[in-house]
């Protein structure tokens, strides 16, 4: 264990003024190739048909499931401390919210 310790890196992380205030995002498509994950958020309003990506996050394979694993975790950390998140019951179990990506592939 204490040489896990001794060999883990620590990085510095600079967060930009620029960045700081994050980007919202109420949907995400989610694709992926044998060589990386694809995320595209954007933002779906009420009475607009066509949303735009506001950002793209391309991730290898294991960043991709390390990104799931972390994200979990806070999940739970957050459902712990403020209670389960619901979600709007959907019979697919697939986009909760009503929309769901086109049937057609997201253009690269």
Do not use: C, W
């Not at 620590?10 to 989610?30: H, K, M, P, R």
Request: charged residues 25%; glycine residues 4%; aromatic residues 8%.
């Amino acid at each position: 264990m204490e040489n896990k310790k001794k060999n883990m890196q620590q990085i510095n992380i600079e967060l930009d003024a620029d960045v700081s205030s994050g980007e919202y995002a109420n949907f995400v498509v989610v694709t992926h190739s044998p060589a990386e994950f694809v995320l595209d958020f954007t933002r779906i309003l009420p009475g607009v048909p066509k949303a735009k990506v506001h950002s793209r996050i391309i991730m290898a394979p294991p960043h991709a499931k390390t990104f799931l694993k972390a994200l979990n975790d806070n999940v739970s950390k957050f459902e712990s401390k403020h209670g389960e998140i619901k979600l709007p019951n959907n019979e697919d179990g697939f986009s909760p919210f009503g929309v769901n990506p086109p049937d057609e592939n997201m253009p690269n």
